[in-house]
């Protein structure tokens, strides 16, 4: 495997279910981030995470519950979703620099969630 | 001012023609502005990417022109191919993480 991966890559669940995004880098990186792409709308960052440390959460509701076990692995935990919920979700990775310094970020290919 | 606003949102050019896309942003404190290029089912990918200290960056066919007193952004495609035909999409930044994107752009250029 290379680069950024993302399973699973389609995803349907109900408003009740609990499932989980998992990403994974293979790139060596220290900083991963959780996005949201919704149609006709800026991709929106959602989290991140710095050395295993969460380090940005974009005012995400709870029902989005990220975890960062170790420096190459990220996952997404979702439970009692809404519909509007239902977007791409992409995973990326970068090499923090530190004092806010980091070269580019690379992005898994996503997962396509829909809520019904 | 988080905002970074992009136009147009399609884009279709002839083969070995310009493509032109803008962007637009407020807040004065972001210092770095990529371009990311999406294909179908993939991630974004960067394209190219400036610092405000430039006025314009080229690699290859793909140039971005930056105006900071306007606070405007663009790349241009030169020599426009079929294989550029994707989603564009702006971002700016205060450092390299936090990321605000603009709405994208679909490209279709056709032979």
């Known amino acids: 495997e290379t680069g950024v991966t993302q399973t699973p890559r389609h995803l349907v669940m109900g408003m009740t279910n609990k499932k989980s995004l998992k990403c994974e880098q293979h790139l060596g990186h220290n900083a991963m981030y959780w996005y949201k792409q919704s149609a006709k709308k800026p991709l929106e960052l959602m989290f991140v995470?710095?050395?295993?440390?969460?380090?940005e959460n974009n005012s995400v509701p709870s029902r989005f519950s990220p975890e960062c076990p170790n420096s190459s692995h990220l996952f997404l935990h979702l439970h009692t979703l809404q519909p509007e919920d239902s977007a791409l979700y992409l995973c990326?990775?970068?090499?923090?620099?530190?004092?806010?310094?980091?070269?580019?970020?690379?992005f898994g290919p996503g997962t396509r969630l829909t809520v019904t | 001012q988080q905002q970074v606003k992009q136009s147009p949102q399609s884009l279709i050019v002839q083969k070995g023609g310009i493509s032109i896309i803008n962007c637009a942003y407020e807040?004065?404190?972001?210092?770095?502005f990529p371009w990311y290029q999406q294909f179908p089912g993939k991630g974004p990918a960067l394209l190219i990417a400036?610092?405000?200290?430039?006025s314009e960056k080229k690699e290859g066919r793909f140039t971005i022109s930056f105006n900071k007193s306007a606070k405007q952004f663009s790349l241009h495609i030169m020599d426009s191919q079929p294989g550029d035909s994707a989603t564009y999409f702006c971002?700016?930044?205060?450092?390299?993480?936090?990321?605000?994107f603009g709405t994208g752009t679909r490209l279709l250029v056709s032979p």
């Open positions: 400036i610092r405000p200290d430039v």
């Open positions: 807040n004065t404190a972001f210092d770095y």
């Open positions: 971002a700016a930044s205060k450092g390299f993480q936090k990321l605000v």
């Open positions: 995470y710095n050395f295993k440390e969460q380090t």
């Open positions: 990326a990775s970068s090499q923090d620099l530190g004092q806010g310094g980091a070269y580019e970020q690379y």
